[in-house]
């Protein structure tokens, strides 16, 4: 049999899609600078020291005073020019006073012209002999001595001033309130028009009172004519008090 011819590329599978090449993660910008940071802030050699030492070398030993401080070494006189003198003055500099003044004849006459000292006053309290003094202890009269013992201070005679006139202020406080609510005389005009007042509202409730029917049979009737009553007998009992009274006294309100 004859073969057939096959188109090129007829028999081939299909071309594979590539696998994405991996890729190493997040990296940051700021990676070297922290790694910097942290080998900058270890200590090498914290724990066991170094490795290696040098050993000293036997010329080099301790010597005696060499760790004491080393003073700087005294400047020379150069060119003829002398140093300044230091600030401090040395021990053996006496200062040179020069005064007028006789401090002998002057200490000599202020003992002969001063008052001598008094005896100070002691208290022996032992067979031994031990004393102390008198003045503070408290046994001598030091303080009755003096010319203002017994005198009041100035604090006390100005809070006494002060407490004296307080209470003379409340005291005449007191007194004007009294005042204030004191009860008034009436006059004989006021006391006579008083009355007549009071006689002319009797005569007038006393007229509404004859007025009234002679039947109550309603409650409205009974409450009027017990109104008029108490109005009445209250008039006539203040009649009565003000015409037995001739000085009628009225409180201020």
Same mark, same amino acid.
């Given at each position: &049999?004859?073969?057939?011819?096959?188109?090129?590329?007829?028999? #081939?599978?299909?071309?594979?899609?590539?696998?994405?090449?991996?890729?190493?993660?997040?990296?940051?910008?700021?990676?070297? *600078? %922290?790694?910097?940071?942290?080998?900058?802030?270890?200590?090498?050699?914290? +724990? &066991?020291?170094?490795?290696?030492?040098?050993?000293?070398?036997? !010329?080099?030993?301790?010597?005696?005073?060499?760790?004491?401080?080393?003073?700087?070494?005294?400047?020379?006189?150069?060119?003829? /020019?002398?140093?300044?003198?230091?600030?401090?003055?040395?021990? +053996?500099?006496?200062? %040179?006073?020069?005064?007028?003044?006789?401090? @002998?004849?002057?200490?000599? *006459?202020?003992?002969?012209?001063?008052?001598?000292? /008094?005896?100070?006053?002691?208290?022996?309290?032992?067979?031994?002999?031990?004393?102390?003094?008198?003045?503070?202890?408290?046994?001598?009269?030091?303080?009755?001595?003096?010319? !203002?013992?017994? %005198?009041?201070?100035?604090?006390? @005679?100005?809070? !006494?001033?002060? &407490?004296?006139?307080?209470?003379?202020?409340?005291?005449?406080?007191?007194?004007?309130?009294?005042?204030?609510?004191?009860?008034?005389?009436?006059? #004989?005009?006021?006391?006579?028009?008083?009355?007549?007042?009071?006689?002319?509202?009797?005569?007038?409730?006393?007229?509404?009172?004859?007025?009234?029917? @002679?039947?109550?049979?309603?409650?409205? /009737?009974?409450?009027?004519?017990?109104?008029?009553?108490?109005? *009445? /007998?209250?008039?006539?009992?203040?009649?009565?008090?003000?015409?037995?009274?001739?000085?009628?006294?009225?409180?201020? &309100?």
């Amino acid at each position: &049999m004859a073969t057939q011819s096959v188109p090129e590329g007829a028999c #081939e599978p299909p071309p594979q899609p590539k696998p994405p090449a991996k890729s190493d993660g997040y990296l940051s910008k700021l990676r070297e *600078l %922290v790694k910097h940071e942290a080998d900058k802030n270890k200590s090498q050699c914290k +724990t &066991m020291g170094p490795a290696k030492v040098a050993v000293p070398c036997p !010329n080099d030993f301790l010597q005696k005073r060499s760790k004491e401080p080393k003073l700087a070494p005294k400047k020379k006189e150069e060119d003829g /020019k002398k140093l300044l003198p230091l600030s401090v003055p040395p021990r +053996t500099y006496h200062p %040179v006073t020069r005064t007028k003044k006789n401090f @002998i004849s002057k200490n000599a *006459l202020a003992v002969m012209t001063g008052e001598p000292k /008094k005896p100070r006053h002691f208290c022996v309290d032992t067979r031994q002999g031990d004393k102390y003094l008198l003045e503070p202890s408290g046994l001598f009269p030091k303080y009755i001595n003096k010319k !203002n013992y017994g %005198v009041l201070p100035k604090y006390v @005679i100005q809070r !006494n001033e002060e &407490m004296k006139r307080e209470e003379e202020e409340y005291q005449a406080n007191v007194l004007e309130q009294l005042k204030k609510k004191a009860m008034k005389v009436l006059s #004989e005009e006021e006391r006579t028009d008083i009355l007549k007042a009071l006689k002319k509202n009797w005569e007038e409730i006393n007229r509404a009172y004859q007025g009234l029917p @002679i039947v109550t049979d309603t409650r409205y /009737k009974q409450m009027h004519k017990e109104e008029l009553e108490l109005k *009445l /007998k209250q008039l006539e009992h203040d009649i009565a008090a003000i015409e037995k009274h001739k000085c009628v006294y009225i409180a201020n &309100m």
